[in-house]
């Protein structure tokens, strides 16, 4: 059995590539039960009361030449942050489908990124404008460069806007993202950026909004993926009721995302106003964008089978 570590994953998967790997996945017809969540109380670096949490993801391809079963255990330390270390912690491990036997273990963390951000990528490629140039971070969290990489390998994208309520960490990164090549600077006002912006992407653990409908004008695409539990939230109610909704799976983010949980369960929009997910968007069963003017708004709490699809193209790969 091998192990595959960040640095082999780094390797091993391109955002083209894996993208493309999860719409065949989310065409398909893969198992993908309900993950389990599970809270666990504590404290964070300064003594103040934390939710901590355990996630675990399984999925499975099913009967056929390639057939692979894996599963990725998750622990999510918010207060990491307090310490320098990232607040995700993981491990992937993958099995030979027709015959049990293990195949490979892989860093869980390093794959959280590299699939969330695809399937935002993948998402967009639907519901975002084609010729969107401008896009917004905000967050300066393990996923931020990913998201970008991601938008941009399917938008034309020419300048990015990096937002952090911690300021100096937003101007910190986007030097670092420069020094790479990307087209990023930070930016000290969240309102002017989003008002300036064709895509919106969050990735915070935000519990109140920062994501307001006033700001946002017309045939703007808005992407969350941060606010995973039911009482998080990075958008308002304002932009709920106005945006076109989509989400990843309804069974995920209609359970677990509090920025379709909490307004469905105030009434302010229902069940049947999101429109489609990315298994809709995928088998053509919904068109996605109808419109220039059109806001759209696509929220992710993450699914095992985008874990399953990056694993595979990792395998395949070795």
Same mark, same amino acid.
């Given at each position: 059995?091998?192990?595959?570590?960040?640095?082999?994953?780094?390797?091993?998967?391109?955002?083209?590539?894996?993208?493309?790997?999860?719409?065949?996945?989310?065409?398909?017809?893969?198992?993908?039960?309900?993950?389990?969540?599970?809270?666990?109380?504590?404290?964070?670096?300064?003594?103040?009361?934390?939710?901590?949490?355990?996630?675990?993801?399984?999925?499975?391809?099913?009967?056929?030449?390639?057939?692979?079963?894996?599963?990725?255990?998750?622990?999510?330390?918010?207060?990491?942050?307090?310490?320098?270390?990232?607040?995700?912690?993981?491990?992937?491990?993958?099995?030979?489908?027709?015959?049990?036997?293990?195949?490979?273990?892989?860093?869980?963390?390093?794959?959280?990124?590299?699939?969330?951000?695809?399937?935002?990528?993948?998402?967009?490629?639907?519901?975002?404008?084609?010729?969107?140039?401008?896009?917004?971070?905000?967050?300066?969290?393990a996923l931020s460069?990913?998201?970008?990489?991601?938008?941009?390998? $399917?938008? =034309?994208? #020419?300048?990015v806007f990096l937002?952090?309520?911690?300021?100096?960490?937003?101007? %910190?990164?986007?030097? +670092? !993202?420069?020094?790479?090549?990307?087209?990023?600077?930070?930016?000290?006002?969240?309102?002017?950026?989003?008002?300036?912006?064709?895509?919106?992407?969050?990735?915070?653990?935000?519990?109140?909004?920062?994501?307001?409908?006033?700001? $946002?004008? =017309?045939? #703007?695409?808005?992407?969350?993926?941060?606010?995973f539990t039911p009482?998080?939230? %990075?958008?308002?109610? +304002? !932009?709920?009721?106005?945006?076109?909704?989509?989400?990843?799976?309804?069974?995920?983010?209609?359970?677990?995302?509090?920025?379709?949980?909490?307004?469905?369960?105030?009434?302010?929009?229902?069940?049947?106003?999101?429109?489609?997910?990315?298994?809709?968007? #995928?088998?053509?069963?919904?068109?996605?964008?109808?419109?220039?003017?059109?806001?759209?708004?696509?929220?992710?709490?993450?699914?095992?089978?985008?874990?399953?699809?990056?694993?595979?193209?990792?395998?395949?790969?070795?």
């Amino acid at each position: 059995m091998r192990h595959f570590d960040q640095a082999q994953l780094d390797n091993s998967l391109t955002f083209p590539n894996l993208i493309e790997s999860l719409r065949s996945a989310f065409a398909g017809n893969w198992t993908t039960p309900m993950r389990q969540h599970h809270g666990m109380p504590g404290f964070d670096h300064n003594g103040a009361e934390v939710e901590n949490a355990l996630l675990l993801m399984p999925a499975w391809t099913g009967p056929g030449a390639e057939n692979f079963i894996g599963v990725k255990l998750v622990a999510v330390y918010p207060s990491n942050g307090q310490i320098d270390l990232p607040s995700i912690h993981g491990l992937y491990y993958l099995i030979d489908g027709n015959t049990g036997q293990p195949l490979a273990t892989m860093d869980g963390a390093r794959m959280t990124v590299w699939r969330t951000a695809a399937a935002s990528a993948l998402a967009s490629s639907y519901l975002s404008r084609p010729e969107s140039s401008t896009l917004t971070m905000i967050g300066t969290g393990a996923l931020s460069p990913f998201m970008i990489r991601a938008h941009m390998a $399917v938008r =034309p994208i #020419t300048e990015v806007f990096l937002w952090n309520h911690n300021i100096r960490r937003a101007h %910190e990164l986007a030097e +670092e !993202l420069r020094d790479q090549g990307l087209p990023v600077t930070s930016h000290p006002d969240l309102v002017t950026a989003v008002g300036k912006s064709d895509i919106v992407c969050a990735a915070t653990l935000t519990t109140t909004p920062l994501i307001f409908g006033k700001w $946002v004008k =017309p045939g #703007t695409h808005i992407d969350t993926v941060g606010a995973f539990t039911p009482t998080m939230r %990075e958008t308002d109610d +304002e !932009l709920v009721s106005m945006a076109s909704l989509f989400c990843d799976t309804r069974t995920g983010a209609l359970k677990e995302g509090g920025d379709l949980a909490i307004p469905i369960s105030q009434g302010v929009i229902s069940r049947d106003d999101i429109l489609a997910d990315l298994h809709d968007l #995928t088998r053509g069963t919904h068109p996605g964008r109808t419109s220039t003017q059109e806001v759209t708004y696509f929220k992710s709490v993450g699914t095992a089978l985008e874990d399953l699809a990056g694993a595979i193209a990792v395998w395949q790969a070795r």
